[in-house]
């Protein structure tokens, strides 16, 4: 039976793995959220890394019924859709607005050749205009690659997009793209939010077939007939421009003022500061926020839970016979004590990103004596997992940014209460778990809200929907122990680099 009267924003996240969604009622801060609808990666050939866009769309359709289910509302019942996407991925679409094959994502890496290409050629332009680093993470070396490697598909496509933007456009027919999204095309203008023409034309890159740069709380249309049918959405709803995940994730925390950090850990992880004076580092990305005049310098990282993942399913649930978690992982690092004996792990265990930027990088225990155990193992992946953290606001502190005195944290591994102590004690800095695991869809519902008037500003939003469940205060008796065995990782991973790369042929 459904109430009369209820009414709700809806935000849904869509991860590498899968997506989720979430019901807001605007008035309370109640939320209904949906368990994650996951689609396949598909790995062809090695280093390609790709997705079909309409796996994403059958997963939007799966999450809106289940979560409309749990609120007991119906498709009317939703006041305005946004959503916000994984990036550095690129859609080809033809004149009919359909996916020309499947998408490149983020974790493709064939464009080698193109990187270096960039590098070589192009880095001071780029510098000038993005600024942000040259890898196979942005798209920009994707159009290098389709033009001169799938000659086929790149003449047939009529648009080139990301996630977001084929999601905005299979649902509102409109081909658009937030200043948070556009930013990991290195042609995009990080000073003006609009694209520079002369670097595209450099590039090679065609303008004319870019999604339009749009502000994230932009009503950009309704739910079409079409969408409506395929989705499960009511026609005529109104579709918000919508947002990166990062930036959607940082407004679901809480964060969106300068000063401010959030930190979105998982399998990788993504931290960025809120900055109001643009900014930027070598080691890091600078990427355009929500609102006017603020950007985000972010960190990513590609080895935060996974670390531990590892841990458990290769040593410590193998040993004990059955999957012991987070929980057991806890009970049995905390039989050890700060510093683990002395035992330093790099949590390098598929290259790492920020600060490193190396992909040959690799992980290691460093330090291990006939005294070493498991626990002393189990809490060293904690502390190095950690260290990589800090080494990442150093960067920040680098650059010249103001840091508050707290991080929010959302993701699964904020269930490990000792992870969550430890880095408080190696940081200095207070981690507040907000009481919402998965900020993402939250951050865009919240998003919704403000661009349809439930929400007057930011600051009512968070007021309204944000909660701390817990947090963590540095102990301060612990700090001379990690300051000291963080300068020495820092010299450990320095100097190893060199031996990763000649292991890279093993």
């Not at 933007?165 to 649902?171: A, G, P, Q, V």
């Not at 401010?260 to 992880?269: E, R």
């Not at 004076?277 to 005049?293: C, G, I, R, V, Y």
Request: proline residues 4%; glycine residues 10%.
């Amino acid at each position: 039976m459904i109430s009369a009267g209820k009414k709700y924003l809806f935000g849904a996240d869509f991860g590498t793995s899968g997506v989720k969604a979430v019901l807001l009622d605007p008035g309370t801060g109640k939320l209904w959220a949906s368990d994650m609808f996951c689609y396949e990666m598909k790995h062809k050939y090695p280093l390609w890394a790709e997705q079909t866009p309409g796996d994403w769309i059958a997963a939007l359709a799966e999450a809106l019924k289940q979560v409309l289910g749990k609120a007991e509302a119906a498709p009317e019942d939703i006041l305005a859709i946004a959503f916000s996407t994984f990036g550095c991925t690129t859609v080809c679409v033809d004149e009919n607005d359909e996916a020309i094959g499947d998408a490149m994502t983020w974790m493709d890496g064939r464009t080698g050749e193109e990187v270096a290409w960039l590098n070589q050629n192009m880095a001071d332009e780029i510098s000038k205009v993005n600024g942000n680093v040259i890898s196979t993470l942005p798209t920009t070396a994707n159009f290098l690659w389709l033009r001169e490697k799938d000659k086929e598909r790149y003449g047939k496509a009529k648009k080139f997009g990301g996630v977001l933007t084929y999601l905005d456009l299979k649902t509102s027919g409109s081909f658009v793209v937030p200043p948070s999204e556009a930013t990991f095309i290195h042609v995009f203008d990080l000073k003006t939010s609009e694209y520079s023409a002369p670097l595209a034309e450099k590039l090679g890159i065609p303008l004319e077939k870019l999604a339009a740069i749009v502000p994230s709380t932009n009503h950009i249309g309704t739910v079409t007939a079409e969408a409506a049918r395929a989705i499960g959405f009511a026609e005529g709803t109104p579709v918000i421009a919508g947002a990166q995940d990062n930036a959607a994730a940082s407004l679901g925390m809480g964060v969106y003022k300068a000063g401010q950090v959030f930190f979105s850990m998982g399998t990788a992880g993504n931290m960025g500061l809120i900055i109001d004076e643009l900014k930027q580092d070598s080691t890091l990305m600078t990427q355009a926020f929500l609102f006017p005049d603020t950007w985000i310098m972010l960190a990513t990282m590609g080895n935060n839970g996974a670390c531990i993942k590892w841990f458990n399913n290769n040593i410590a649930s193998p040993i004990a016979g059955a999957d012991i978690g987070y929980e057991g992982l806890d009970l049995l690092a905390e039989k050890s004590r700060p510093g683990n004996t002395g035992v330093i792990f790099l949590p390098y265990l598929s290259g790492e990103l920020s600060p490193v930027w190396d992909e040959k990088a690799r992980a290691c225990f460093i330090g291990m004596t006939s005294r070493t155990d498991a626990g002393d193992l189990v809490r060293s992946v904690l502390e190095g997992v950690c260290f990589a953290i800090k080494h990442n606001l150093l960067m920040y502190e680098r650059a010249g940014c103001h840091i508050g005195d707290s991080i929010k944290i959302a993701g699964g591994p904020t269930n490990s209460r000792l992870w969550m102590q430890i880095l408080a004690d190696v940081t200095g800095k207070e981690i507040m778990i907000p009481d919402v695991t998965d900020a993402g869809p939250l951050g865009d519902a919240m998003l919704a809200g403000i661009a349809n008037g439930s929400f007057s500003s930011p600051e009512e939003a968070v007021e309204r929907c944000v909660r701390t469940k817990r947090s963590y205060e540095p102990d301060t008796s612990a700090k001379p122990v990690y300051d000291e065995l963080f300068g020495i990782y820092l010299d450990l991973g320095e100097k190893n680099m060199e031996a990763f790369r000649r292991l890279e042929k093993y």
